[in-house]
């Protein structure tokens, strides 16, 4: 008999990439997400798939329909922002709700899509409220998979390599700070959203780190983008901390900057995280790195998708 998988956070990066991939299986998807034009995009994309607009720190309707469900799939995260409150409520807050109503219901099955930040040298908001949600998940009854993915790549990203690349077609320079050799491994969204498939299929449980399979600095990173993208912006190394203070100038005028001064920090921290066999415990074909980031930048479907912060 099918599953009837509950998925928060189901608007962004990794639920939009999942969606269509479970779809794609016949899987029936319940999607929940508060962002209402990004969950205007996917309805449009999927116009057979049950959505809720709502906020899971909030009780509602969607709490009853979470307890019907199967399977419940947790991708809800304050990635970015400047203020305490905000990551304390999605990360925390709305996590204690989801797990109270899944306990409650039938759910027999939990993944919970976590991040190698946990594991990170970094220290910041996100970091912090991710662990606390991992130690939420870890507490639960039901049987669970953590997924710990490194830095996600893919179609409909916002935050990432997309708002990268989207900046590069806009601006004739594409500023580095310092000189851009600290090590990264992309994991691209496809890969991910076909791991978290196998993990639904099998009621897989325990915790996995999954990194992308290909180290690459990042300035070759922005390098592959610009090629793969065919723009012909000038990569300029910046000072650090002539980044960082325009990055902090920038914040005092936009409220929910794309990148901040958190995230810089993280970013130059040269650390590298170990590799699993995930193709071979999932059973996953790996894509390689330049054929990703071409099906990601030049997918006539979906490459010119763009969901809002």
Same mark, same amino acid.
């Given at each position: 008999?099918?599953?009837?998988?509950?998925?928060?956070?189901?608007?962004?990066? @990794?639920?939009? !990439?999942? $969606? &269509?991939?479970? +779809?794609?299986?016949?899987?029936?998807?319940? #999607?929940?997400?508060? /962002?209402?034009?990004?969950?205007?995009?996917?309805?449009?994309?999927?116009?057979?798939?049950?959505?809720?607009?709502?906020?899971?720190?909030?009780?509602?309707?969607?709490?009853?329909?979470?307890?019907?469900?199967?399977?419940?799939?947790?991708?809800?995260?304050?990635?970015?922002?400047?203020?305490?409150?905000?990551? @304390?409520?999605? !990360?925390? $807050? &709305?996590?204690? +709700?989801?797990?109270?109503?899944?306990?409650? #219901?039938?759910?027999? /099955?939990?993944?919970?899509?976590?991040?190698?930040?946990?594991?990170?040298?970094?220290?910041?908001?996100?970091?912090?409220?991710?662990?606390?949600?991992?130690?939420?998940?870890?507490?639960?009854?039901?049987?669970?998979?953590?997924?710990?993915?490194?830095?996600?790549?893919?179609?409909?990203?916002?935050?990432?390599?997309?708002?990268?690349?989207?900046?590069?077609?806009?601006?004739?320079?594409?500023?580095?700070?310092?000189?851009?050799?600290?090590?990264?491994?992309?994991?691209?969204?496809?890969?991910?959203?076909?791991?978290?498939?196998?993990?639904?299929?099998?009621?897989?449980?325990?915790?996995?780190?999954?990194?992308?399979?290909?180290?690459?600095?990042?300035?070759?990173?922005?390098?592959?983008?610009?090629?793969?993208?065919?723009?012909?912006?000038?990569?300029?190394?910046?000072?650090?901390?002539?980044?960082?203070?325009?990055?902090?100038?920038?914040?005092?005028?936009?409220?929910?900057?794309?990148?901040?001064?958190?995230?810089?920090?993280?970013?130059?921290?040269?650390?590298?995280?170990?590799?699993?066999?995930?193709?071979?415990?999932?059973?996953?074909?790996?894509?390689?790195?330049?054929?990703?980031?071409?099906?990601?930048?030049?997918?006539?479907?979906?490459?010119?998708?763009?969901?809002?912060?």
């Amino acid at each position: 008999m099918s599953k009837r998988v509950f998925i928060t956070g189901a608007a962004g990066l @990794v639920g939009q !990439n999942l $969606i &269509a991939h479970l +779809r794609a299986g016949g899987t029936e998807v319940i #999607g929940l997400d508060k /962002h209402a034009h990004n969950l205007a995009i996917l309805r449009t994309l999927h116009p057979e798939v049950e959505l809720i607009e709502a906020d899971c720190a909030e009780p509602g309707s969607w709490q009853q329909v979470l307890r019907g469900c199967d399977e419940l799939l947790m991708l809800h995260a304050q990635i970015g922002g400047l203020h305490r409150e905000e990551f @304390v409520r999605n !990360n925390v $807050i &709305a996590t204690r +709700r989801v797990l109270a109503a899944a306990a409650d #219901g039938r759910v027999s /099955h939990l993944i919970h899509v976590s991040s190698s930040v946990i594991n990170s040298a970094a220290q910041d908001l996100y970091v912090a409220t991710k662990r606390e949600q991992e130690a939420l998940v870890k507490q639960s009854a039901i049987p669970h998979v953590i997924l710990r993915p490194t830095l996600m790549f893919g179609w409909f990203d916002r935050k990432h390599l997309g708002w990268l690349r989207r900046f590069m077609q806009r601006s004739p320079i594409f500023p580095v700070p310092g000189d851009g050799r600290y090590p990264r491994q992309p994991l691209y969204a496809g890969d991910f959203a076909a791991i978290v498939a196998s993990c639904v299929a099998n009621a897989t449980t325990g915790e996995y780190n999954i990194s992308g399979l290909k180290q690459i600095d990042y300035i070759d990173l922005i390098r592959a983008i610009r090629r793969v993208s065919g723009t012909r912006t000038r990569i300029v190394r910046i000072p650090y901390s002539v980044f960082w203070l325009s990055l902090w100038i920038y914040a005092l005028v936009d409220r929910d900057p794309p990148f901040t001064t958190d995230q810089l920090r993280a970013l130059v921290i040269p650390e590298v995280f170990d590799v699993i066999d995930w193709p071979r415990l999932f059973n996953i074909t790996p894509t390689p790195l330049e054929q990703a980031l071409e099906r990601t930048f030049n997918d006539p479907r979906f490459a010119d998708v763009v969901l809002r912060f």
